[in-house]
């Protein structure tokens, strides 16, 4: 067994436990008012329910029937907000509602959709339409009986590299994050945490000090009450399962489609990653183990006859590139069904023997991540003392310091200054990188200098990026979570991309040297 260590003398402001939106989030904020901070994610970051989102910035629309104006009003306000915080990654979507006959009616609809402008200080995107959908081209997939629709704004982001970007830029702020790392132990040490953690991939174990503890863990938030410290009788969330399937496009269009359920629920289906549609989600109560979550042979039948229910060209299995889940943690509120199950966050404090305090995080929407954090910053200041403002509310993340609207300008300039790419490469590096396709690119004036090719545009020095700035260490890591060129790949490619970034992360040695039951 590898040596113990601890790190340093030093104590920690805020010690941060879980590598999703909402902890990356927390650590970011903070460490930006001053704060010190650690944070330790036992996967890879956006790994669990960050990554299994149906990839919207939205108010929720559906929110409405179930009275959550607040939620609602607060997830409005945040969408033009990121999207000026994050253009590369987050940018202006509408959808079309297509009206159905014997379900909720069009001027119950209609009123919805008039809340929903109105109530969340939209300056930039614009508001809502009526569709004739014999004339309009969003009719055109759609079977000939849908007649009317209404068309509205969001906001789609790429959920993963959304969370990677928070990470990286709470690092570049000082925080210290570590991924593949367990927190296996917290204990009230005089009003101090005293913190136990593995590396899983070198099976060294180390010791953290820290004055506040947040608990950001998602599905795993009750695990770490109860196995991390010790707590009984621990019941505070209702998992929630939401999948989703990928098939090939079933439209051409740029609008995506908000599609009424005969059972009262709804699901997207949206254009994705150019050549797909993706299609969701499910809202189904999970009892197994986060980690092994999975879509059902149910689910799939049902997203299918969903979809099939409007698309004049039916979603058959057999079209299904990819399928995807997460499990939502959400607070357990009592509702009698998933769906109504509310998706607002709740934030508890309390204290440790020796009156170390933390909080735990429950529920919440990538929408309402940098509120969600805020809100745990009052509690923390309340605790260990305030340092610094708010200032997210206006900070871009790394890669997105030009104009909200800029996105085609920047291809244009990538273009100009690495003329052997072509548009496609050039357009998918600005949308995951921003700014930082050049640090991708670094000097590069060939194909050639990109080093080894992987297949489709995937090249060496992007993945070498990834492992350098972004914590990745597998091709899972890369394929599925920073860059979904997994869609893409053969089997072989994508194998011959997991050894090469096992051998540039060094992941292989690690696990050899832990014995191989870490990795």
Known sequence: MPASK?????????????GGINGCGIARDAVGRGYSVFLAEMNDLASGTSSGSTKLIHGGLRYLEYYEFRLVREALMEREILWRNAPHIIWPMRFVLPLHKGLRPAWLVRLGLFIYDH??????????????MRTDPAGKPLKGSYRRAFEYSDCWVNDARFVVLNARDAADRGADVRVRTRVTSAEDEKGIWKIGIQNLLTGETETVRARYL????????????????????????????????????????????????????????????????????????????????????????????????????????????????????????????AQEATRDYVLKSETGRGGAPMVHVFGGKITTYRKLAESALEKIAESIGAKGRPWTHSATLPGGEFAFDGYEAQVEALLRDYAFLDRHHAARLVRL????????????????????????????????????????????????????????????EAAEVDD????????????????GGHA
């Open 6 to 18: 601890s790190t340093s003398s030093r104590i920690f402001d805020v010690f941060v436990i879980g």
């Open 214 to 337: 947040v608990n950001a863990a998602g599905p795993w938030v009750d695990h770490v009450i109860s196995g991390v410290l010790g707590q009984n009788d621990v019941q505070n969330v209702r998992l929630v399962k939401g999948s989703h399937i990928v098939v090939r496009s079933k439209f051409d269009d740029p609008r995506a489609y908000f599609f009424q359920n005969s059972d009262g629920r709804i699901i997207f289906a949206i254009p994705y990653e150019n050549d797909f549609t993706l299609i969701g989600t499910t809202d189904q109560d999970y009892d197994g183990d986060p980690k092994e979550v999975a879509i059902s042979d149910n689910e799939v039948d049902y997203l299918c006859a969903a979809a099939s229910a409007y698309f004049v060209e039916p979603v058959r299995r057999d079209d299904i590139v990819w399928t995807y889940s997460g499990v939502r943690p959400l607070f357990d509120d009592g509702a009698s069904k």
């Open 433 to 492: 990188y921003g700014l930082c396709a050049r640090e991708v690119l670094g000097n590069a004036q060939s194909p050639r200098d990109l080093g080894r090719h992987f297949g489709v545009d995937l090249y060496e020095a992007e993945l070498r990026y990834l492992t350098a700035r972004e914590w990745a260490v597998t091709g899972e890591d890369v394929l599925w979570r920073r860059t979904k060129r997994g869609l893409r790949l053969t089997p072989e």
């Open 119 to 132: 109530i969340g200080g939209r300056k930039l995107l614009p508001k809502t339409r009526t569709l004739d």
């Open 500 to 515: 090469f970034m096992r051998d540039i992360s060094g992941m292989q040695d690690q696990a050899a040297n832990a014995g």
